[in-house]
């Protein structure tokens, strides 16, 4: 009898797989360990193909540190002009990337926005 190869599944193949994009919804592209938020402005028919702007963060500062020291993420400016943005098409990996861009590096995942910057020293 001959054994069927089962196939690992990326996390991320997942994710996408279930959820279906509307405009509006939020998205995080994330490139290394840093992570911007993205609001979706565009999906075709198919939800294949989405465009995307950046979600502008909105925080709120402390006032007995330095400045940008002690800023806290409070949410997100949810405003966009629909059908602007960056086009990103949904590959076989099960991410979705810039389109003409190779997949090598930066990836974007629907449903949630999510802000990291490395910290710089």
């Given at each position: 009898m001959?054994?069927k190869?089962?196939?690992?599944v990326?996390?991320?193949?997942?994710y996408a797989?279930n959820?279906?994009?509307?405009?509006?919804?939020?998205a995080t592209?994330s490139i290394?360990?840093d992570?911007?938020?993205q609001?979706?402005?565009?999906?075709?028919?198919t939800?294949?193909?989405?465009?995307?702007?950046g979600?502008?963060?909105i925080?709120?500062?402390h006032?007995n540190?330095k400045?940008?020291?002690?800023?806290?993420?409070?949410g997100y400016d949810?405003s966009?002009?629909p059908?602007?943005?960056t086009?990103?098409?949904?590959?076989k990996?099960?991410y979705?990337?810039a389109?003409g861009?190779?997949?090598k590096?930066?990836?974007?995942?629907?449903?949630q926005r999510n802000t990291?910057?490395?910290?710089h020293?």
């Amino acid at each position: 009898m001959k054994k069927k190869k089962i196939r690992k599944v990326k996390k991320a193949a997942v994710y996408a797989n279930n959820i279906t994009p509307v405009v509006g919804m939020g998205a995080t592209y994330s490139i290394g360990s840093d992570r911007y938020a993205q609001t979706i402005t565009a999906v075709n028919k198919t939800g294949k193909t989405i465009m995307v702007v950046g979600a502008n963060s909105i925080y709120t500062k402390h006032t007995n540190l330095k400045p940008n020291e002690g800023q806290t993420l409070i949410g997100y400016d949810e405003s966009f002009t629909p059908n602007t943005g960056t086009v990103y098409t949904l590959r076989k990996n099960g991410y979705f990337h810039a389109k003409g861009s190779k997949a090598k590096y930066g990836y974007l995942t629907i449903g949630q926005r999510n802000t990291y910057m490395d910290p710089h020293f």
